[in-house]
T-cell receptor
């Protein structure tokens, strides 16, 4: 079974531009979460989508948005890029939220998209 | 505050030896899950081991085991018979449930180097 895929793997943008990152979850997985990883802040939760609905959102400005399609693929968008948005953006998928199963919800991570803002 | 603290930014160990990575966390939840994730230099994050907070028995996965002390909110990872392939960043995390949804709260990570 193919793992979580993220495209593109590397991206260089300039300040003020916008960017769209894509994530394809493992086949059959319906929940997709996004995380931002930086050396200073570590891994921070951005948002989670399930059945095309945003279920949870982290503490990020409105420039960060996302969506999920009917095939569970997800995109995140960052508008008006700032230098501080340079980071590794990780996507993780899981079958369904743990609250549905009462059990451990293992999230499978993709390789990430390395975004550099200049 | 819902936080995870990994007090060792970097550690090193000789091949075949044992190393313990520490993790403490703070949560007001009663039922939660704890995880150790490994992120090798290639950047693919993978799950190493997980622990349900309501289980007293410490989880074990081959050479990896945890020492879970719920009252102390401590969740350390022990790697036995360290191998060169264990070189990676290790992140401790727990699930935080908010409004029926969940997210992972991560520590800042410990960079582990296994030396030949």
């Amino acid at each position: 079974k193919a793992g979580v895929t993220q495209t593109p793997r590397y991206l260089i943008k300039t300040r003020g531009q916008q960017v769209t990152l894509s994530c394809s979850p493992i086949s059959g997985h319906r929940s997709v979460s996004w995380y931002q990883q930086t050396p200073g802040q570590g891994l921070q939760f951005l948002f989670e989508y399930f059945s095309e609905t945003q279920r949870n959102k982290g503490n990020f400005p409105g420039r960060f948005s996302g969506r999920q399609f009917s095939n569970s693929r997800s995109e995140m968008n960052v508008s008006t890029l700032e230098l501080g948005d340079s980071a590794l953006y990780l996507c993780a998928s899981s079958l369904v939220p743990s609250s549905w199963t009462g059990g451990v919800n293992e999230q499978y991570f993709g390789p990430g998209t390395r975004l550099t803002v200049t | 505050a819902q936080t995870v603290t990994q007090s060792q930014p970097e550690m090193s160990v000789q091949e075949a030896e044992t190393v313990t990575l520490s993790c403490t966390y703070d949560t007001s939840e009663n039922n939660y899950y704890l995880f150790w994730y490994k992120q090798p230099p290639s950047r693919q994050m993978i799950l190493v081991i997980r622990q349900e907070a309501y289980k007293q028995q410490n989880a074990t996965e081959n050479r990896f085991s945890v020492n879970f002390q719920k009252a102390a909110k401590s969740f350390s990872l022990k790697i036995s018979d360290s191998q060169l392939g264990d070189t990676a960043m290790y992140f401790c995390a727990f699930t935080l449930t908010q409004g029926g949804s969940e997210k992972l709260v991560f520590g800042k990570g410990t960079k582990l180097t296994v030396n030949p």
